[in-house]
């Protein structure tokens, strides 16, 4: 049996075998493949298949194919969904099946849940947060999670950072001193590769950001994480410090940030806590920021060139990260986290 290596080429014999054994009383007819479905992404393309079944009353109606796209470890993702799986997570999607290189057979949520287009509110924030600080005790210190050697984070800073002259040419005046920043990472990507390597680690998402979190359509607030292709062992803070950077506005951030921080720090588990203070937590917090700092430069290149409203959504991005920098000192932060020992050598 072909496996398919595009949505053209899923057959319901095919997903058949994917979804039920051969002793299941169900059987697949017909398939329709949705083509007005899916967001515009960098690392993968998601077909919604609809299902019409030889007998009423079966399950599930449709489901989500995954294709890996430009992912430099594609299985990467179907394994962290096993772990989470494995730990009994309730914020991920269900896995019906892996295939080809990578690829995945997945729950559709479509009818109960959405990608919101709208800034999110304190209450789903703090939603994120509290599964933040769940998946990072959960993980924390696990030697199943997987960890990217420091030339994967150096190589990624190095193609990030490619269109900094874009960046600073379009942003100078928003930039101003602060353009010494960005270029400190520029400069030396082993010291900012070794902050994210750095001790206490757990898993991490790696791109918690809106289009990667799927709210309740009944106004419940607890999200699904998707998309943990870039999944790995980083320092505890590496997704809050993204998340709060990328998708709150400059005034929400500077109106919670302290009390978010806190919070996130009492919900992490007592292990962490033992040998992990609250202030060393945002020395990290604010290094993270050079995760923010890449996002945004990376946004006016190339690789985004065909995405709608590229500039719109790349000047708020600017401006969230450039405010952030400025507030935050990350360099001064990873500065001073080397000069404790604190950087892995």
């Known amino acids: 049996m072909k496996i398919p290596k595009s949505p053209s080429e899923i057959t319901a014999e095919w997903l058949n ?25 960098l690392l993968g393309k998601a077909a919604r298949v609809k299902i019409n079944y030889v007998t009423s009353g079966c ?13 430099s470890e594609p299985k990467r993702e179907g394994e962290i969904y096993s772990l ?31 990608v919101l287009k709208n800034d999110l509110t304190i209450s789903q924030i703090q939603n ?20 990217y050697d420091l030339s994967h984070f150096v190589n990624a800073i190095r193609i990030n950072m490619q269109s900094w002259d874009i960046f600073k040419k379009r942003y100078q005046d928003q930039l101003g001193s602060e353009a ?13 590769s070794s902050h994210y390597n750095s001790n206490p680690s757990s898993l991490s998402h790696g791109d918690v950001n809106k289009a990667n979190l799927l ?34 506005t400059v005034e929400q951030r500077r109106k919670y940030e302290k009390d978010l921080l806190k919070e996130y720090y009492e919900m992490l588990g007592d292990k962490i806590k033992a040998s992990y203070s609250f202030n060393h937590l945002v020395l990290d917090y604010r290094a993270c920021v050079t995760r923010s700092m890449l996002s945004a430069v990376m946004r006016v290149g190339p690789r985004f060139e065909n995405q709608p409203n590229r500039f719109k959504k ?32």
């Open 84 to 114: 989470l799986f494995e730990e009994k997570v309730s914020y991920i999607p269900r896995i019906y099946g892996k295939f080809g290189n990578g690829n995945l057979v997945m729950e559709d949520m479509t009818s109960t849940h959405s």
């Open 215 to 248: 709210f309740p359509n009944d106004g419940s607030n607890a999200p699904i994480f998707i998309d943990w292709q870039l999944s790995a062992q980083r320092v505890i803070p590496f997704d809050l410090s993204y998340f709060i950077v990328k998708q709150l």
């Open 128 to 147: 994120v947060v509290v599964i933040l600080a769940d998946l990072q005790t959960r993980f924390f210190d696990d030697s199943r999670v997987p960890k």
């Open 17 to 41: 075998s994917v979804l039920f054994s051969k002793t299941s009383n169900s059987e697949i007819a017909s398939i329709e493949i949705d083509k007005d479905f899916g967001p515009w992404s």
């Open 180 to 192: 010494a920043d960005f270029e400190w990472i520029l400069k030396n990507p082993e010291v900012v």
């Open 314 to 345: 790349a000047d708020e991005l600017a401006t969230r990260v450039i405010e952030a920098v400025r507030d935050l000192k990350p360099i001064e932060a990873i500065q001073e986290l080397k000069e404790r020992g604190f950087l892995e050598s």
């Open 59 to 71: 399950e599930p109606k449709s489901v989500i194919v995954k294709f890996q796209v430009s992912v």
